[in-house]
């Protein structure tokens, strides 16, 4: 057997390479040395188009509210690392009330001022610098700049006209409206059916004041959570994103005080979101979106099989940057390709059997892992 010289080698795949470089067509199929391992990426065909909301989406990946959308130019870095759309980060409820508040103040400190005053001259009442203001000035420049879809986050939990800011969003250039419902009620007097209505009734009065679509974004924690996103669903919902991550303080025990704060999700919380969304496919028209608990593309990939439209993630790229996105959509385009699955076929592939009985489904799946744990822990 003769022995191969592995500098030489080296040496003739290098010149080759060079050649190849130069144009000589006869080196042209040999690779320089540190490509000869390389792996060809043919996931890059992989389509990934996505309805969600009734819009055309690149991808299915979402950047969802939070703080990487306070600039026109953070925006465009997400739409540059190819997400499908970005949500906004939330105008709240609050901040619009106190803005019409001082809104009624201005105007009645100059109620009684007339054109022939004297004194002085009354000024032009201005609520430039309200949190309302500059949320629609941001939100008129990034959708201006944007070709993907910018959708506006409106967070409350009562009724009252701050809900027709969502005419204004509108205006100003949202695709969409995401409703956030961050309601935790105090009042133990209300009863599950009251909060349910609250909901619904925020939902409509937001969707009476405009004409492009409103998803709304949930917490889990309903009595039956299937039959209220079916009542939402029936309501006009045009997307549910599961799920609203509630702060739970801690306690300092040396401090003895309760600690706030706020942690980055984890992707132990993805699970839940995706039980209910592989419940709910094929079982509502409202799109699906998978939101918290994505750290690597495995579980973009696992919400899709569960079932979602979309995957929404801010942790993930808080986290790594806004770059990191494209490693997300990369490592799903490569999951698709490597499996020979489209997009389509891929989506709820791992989702409740619409011929199945939910609640038996579920069931049995709760009796299986028990009896696994037995098995792997018991002695």
């Known amino acids: 057997m003769p022995i191969i010289d592995n500098e030489a080698l080296m040496a003739a795949a290098a010149s080759a390479a060079a050649k190849s470089v130069a144009g000589n067509n006869a080196t042209d199929l040999l690779m320089a040395p540190n490509q000869v ?12 188009t996505t309805s ?24 465009k870095r997400l739409e540059d690392a190819g997400v499908g759309a970005v949500v906004m980060y939330s105008l709240f409820e609050e901040q619009v009330r106190y803005d019409q508040e001082q809104r009624v103040r201005v105007v009645e400190a100059h109620a009684n001022s007339f054109a022939e005053a004297l004194s002085y001259f009354p000024t032009e009442p201005s609520t430039a610098n309200s949190e309302t203001s500059q949320y629609l000035d941001l939100l008129e420049k990034c959708a201006k700049s944007l070709e993907i879809p910018l959708i506006a986050s409106l967070n409350g939990t009562r009724l009252g006209n701050w809900t027709e800011t969502a005419r204004s969003l509108q205006d100003a250039g949202a695709s969409a409206i995401e409703l956030n419902t961050y ?26 004041v405009v004409s492009i679509p409103v998803s709304i974004k949930l917490s889990p924690y309903f009595s039956n959570f299937g039959a209220f996103a079916t ?24 401090r003895q005080e309760v600690v706030s704060g706020f ?3 984890n992707p132990e919380e993805g699970r839940l979101p995706r039980t209910w969304i592989a419940a709910l496919n094929g079982r509502v028209s409202a799109s699906l979106a998978a939101s918290g608990g994505v750290e690597g593309y495995r579980d973009v990939v696992k919400g899709i099989l569960a079932g979602a439209d979309v995957v929404m993630t801010t942790s993930a790229l808080v986290r790594h940057g806004a770059s990191y996105a494209a490693e997300l959509i990369k490592g799903l385009r490569s999951y698709l ?19 199945a009985s939910v609640t038996d489904y579920e069931r049995s799946g709760y009796v299986s892992a028990l009896e696994k744990a037995k098995r792997r822990y018991g002695v």
């Not at 007097?189 to 909901?199: D, P």
């Open 263 to 265: 942690e980055l999700s």
């Open 37 to 48: 391992n390389a792996q060809v990426d043919t996931s890059v065909g992989v389509d990934l």
């Open 337 to 355: 390709n490597r499996e020979q699955l489209t997009l389509t076929a891929a989506r709820g592939m791992l989702a409740v059997p619409k011929t």
């Open 52 to 75: 969600y909301l009734g819009l055309t989406l690149r991808t299915p990946l979402v950047a969802s509210a939070g703080p990487l959308s306070q600039s026109v130019e953070s925006v």
């Open 183 to 208: 309601l935790l009620p105090g009042d133990f007097t209300l009863s599950g059916a009251q909060i349910e209505q609250r909901h619904l009734d925020l939902l409509a009065a937001v969707k009476s």
């Open 231 to 254: 009542r939402l669903d029936l309501a006009g919902a045009d997307g549910l994103v599961l799920f609203n991550r509630f702060l739970q303080p801690d306690i300092d025990i040396n």
